[in-house]
């Protein structure tokens, strides 16, 4: 779901809506614009007003806080993943191999989350990190220690490639967009609707186009920032990659 492609359209919809109303001003009887007629659209336009105001309250909110939860889970997977290559790191030379495994895969991860420009993201939860992940933590578990303290190490280890795989599909599971097609069409049949109130009883000069201009902009700058938070691996508004950057250069050292 493309968030400039959707508060394009928001924007399109609430400020054709205004111009509609500004048309049907002109051409609309007298009587159709009276005094009584116009309580009763500011009423049934109050209610519209008061609900879009809320869900969209509500929904970037919502958008603020998943997109806080991700970004957290986002850097915990980061710092584990430098935890389990010092774990390995003190087990010995013995499982070199693992940990140059273990950058394998979290490089992997980076270049399917943040791609080069133009070209697709294959997204954290493709099957060539699923792979790589199952190869490492079989890597892990095949170790074979000779003392208490790479025991230990190794039991510390598997539980951290676990952890590290639950954040991933906790991550993966989130890539999909949350905001269903039919609340959005919902929203902006209301913001039309509103929209379009507000030129019908409004004189037609350049300060009131002005004004329901900057409006409806504002009201597809909200719609933007629900959508694009909702898409926190691309967009304009994006977790940023500096923690898993960081770890991957923390690698094998």
Known sequence: ????????????????????????????????????????????????????????????????????????????????????????????????????????????????????????????????????GGTLYESVRNLKPSTDSQRSIQSQALSVTAELARLRWQLAQREQSSLPVPFLVVLMLWLTVLFMSFGLFSPVNSTVILVLFVCAFSVAGALFLIVDMDQPFEGLIQISSGPLRDAISQLGK
């Open 1 to 132: 779901m493309n968030s400039l492609v959707i508060a394009g359209i928001v924007f399109a919809c609430t400020f054709g809506g205004a111009l509609l109303g500004l048309l049907l001003r002109v051409l609309l009887p007298e009587h159709h614009l009276s005094n009584e007629s116009k309580d009763i659209v500011k009423l049934g336009t109050g209610l519209i007003a008061t609900m879009s105001a809320l869900v969209i309250g509500l929904l970037i909110a919502s958008a603020k806080s998943d997109f806080d939860a991700r970004r957290n889970a986002f850097q915990q997977l980061s710092t584990n993943i430098i935890l389990l290559d010092r774990s390995l790191a003190h087990y010995g030379p013995e499982a070199k191999e693992t940990r140059a495994l273990l950058h394998r895969a979290a490089s992997t991860l980076f270049d399917h989350i943040w791609t080069p420009q133009g070209a697709s993201a294959a997204g954290i939860g493709d099957t060539e990190i699923t792979e790589m």
